[in-house]
């Protein structure tokens, strides 16, 4: 992806050794993550790898995720942890079904009740594991293709204020031109 923002090199040193895996739905959305991670210094390695034991982080695109067995995973990965690191998971979500308006067709409900299961799950799990393993989201229109809104650097911004930012847990940047903020109110139009 050419438009993926490079950092700079303190970046660069800043994640120098760390390492981080990039787990889930393959495609667009897990490529601008992998190559965001390595353009800023991350090494960057599969997790069913010997070296996948030493990871400090995961990006986790959950497609059409078995919200049990990724909760479970999360766990797995906190457990390997150092017991004098810490370290983060980034749950990459679906969130086009989230908030249905007026008019628009019916949600796969399959799909969107995973999506929010794993979410919620996801927020306990950071309460539960902080402050050694922090949780957080990055809710995209779509995971299968390039979405647009937003583009790759949206998401890299994303990515790397999610991971620089140590004090944020159990929470979710939506990148969706605010359409899950915008709750309808009875009786009003949206």
């Known amino acids: ?13 800043l994640h120098k050794h760390c390492t981080a895996q990039v787990t889930g739905t393959r495609g667009a959305v897990a490529s601008i993550c992998a190559e965001t991670l ?27 995720a078995d919200v049990t067995a990724t909760l479970e995973a999360i ?5 390997r942890l150092p017991p004098d690191a810490r370290g983060g998971v980034v749950l990459v979500l679906d969130v086009t079904h989230w908030q249905p308006r007026g008019g628009d067709p019916a949600p796969p409900f399959a799909a969107a009740f995973g999506q ?18 922090r949780i957080n989201g990055i809710g995209l229109p ?18 790397r204020f999610v ?16 359409r899950t903020a915008l709750v309808p109110t009875p009786g009003l139009e949206p």
């Open 116 to 133: 929010q299961a794993l979410w919620l799950g996801a927020r306990m799990l950071a309460l539960e594991l902080a402050p050694r393993l």
């Open 163 to 178: 991971i620089d930012a140590p004090a944020l847990t159990g929470q979710m940047i939506a990148l969706d031109g605010g």
């Open 38 to 64: 390595a353009a800023d210094g991350w090494r960057l390695c599969d997790a069913s790898s010997a070296e996948g034991d030493t990871a400090t982080w995961r990006v986790h695109v959950a497609g059409d």
């Open 1 to 13: 992806m050419s438009d993926v923002t490079t950092s700079t090199c303190a970046a660069s040193e």
């Open 142 to 159: 779509g995971l299968q293709d390039a979405p647009t809104p937003p583009g790759p650097a949206d998401i890299a911004a994303a990515l």
């Open 75 to 79: 766990r797995s990965f906190a457990a």
